[in-house]
Structures are given as structure tokens and as C-alpha cells.
């Protein structure tokens, strides 16, 4: 019913940037963004539905949520990149409700690798 397809991962320097993208087909109340780093459980980033956003402390301040609905994209950009973001993202889509919570959610993309080295 949903579909999710994430890009824009890569190798950075501490301190840079990235844009992850995450294209969407079907019907989607919540959309959020998650990582998983090894030896870790999987984090919650941001998320976003149709009047507001939740976030994680641990990013708050340097990453954004976005949506343009006009290209059925969902967008984490990433700013001051540390070594301790290094983690495989996936965009997730929810049909009912909105949370951090990774179990709530139906649908999941393949996942883009994120690297930050010193």
C-alpha cells in the first residue's frame, strides 16, 4: 500500500552536512525519520504529520524535518554532523498516529547509510 525509497546518505567530515530525501507513494498520516547504529537499538530522529513535529533531544537544533507534498518527499537536512550520528537511516510511514516510537510504524524504507568521521 506505501511505499518508501530514501537517498542522500554518505561519508562526511565532522561538522558537514547532509540532505536525506525519502520519495513516497499511498496514503500516510505520519512520516518520520530513524537510525540504527551497530550495537545500538534503533533510534527515533523526527517525525512529522499534518499540524506539527516531534523530535529526539539528541538532534534538536541541527536536524530539520520537511515535507513537500507537491513531490511526495519527505526531507531530513543535517547539519554539525558528529561521529556519534554514524548510523543507517530509514524513513518510516505511519497511517494512524504519530510518535518516535519505531514499533508504531507499518512501513519502512531500505535505509541510507550515514557516516561522520573525525
Avoid at 547532509?18 to 545500538?40: N, Q
Avoid at 524535518?65 to 554539525?80: C, E, F, P, R, V
Amino acid at each position: 500500500q506505501v511505499q518508501l525509497v530514501e537517498s542522500g546518505g554518505g561519508s562526511v567530515q565532522a561538522g558537514g552536512s547532509l540532505r536525506l530525501s525519502c520519495v513516497v507513494s499511498g496514503y500516510t498520516y505520519c512520516m518520520g525519520w530513524f537510525r540504527h547504529a551497530p550495537g545500538k537499538e534503533r533510534e527515533g530522529v523526527e517525525a512529522i504529520d499534518t499540524v506539527g513535529g516531534f523530535y529526539a533531544d539528541s538532534v534538536k537544533g541541527r536536524f530539520t524535518i520537511s515535507q513537500d507534498n507537491a513531490k511526495n518527499t519527505l526531507y531530513l537536512q543535517m547539519n554539525s554532523l558528529k561521529p556519534e550520528d554514524t548510523a543507517m537511516y530509514y524513513c518510516a510511514a505511519d497511517q494512524r498516529r504519530c510518535s518516535l516510537t519505531a514499533y508504531n510504524y507499518d512501513y519502512w524504507g531500505q535505509g541510507t547509510q550515514v557516516t561522520v568521521s573525525s
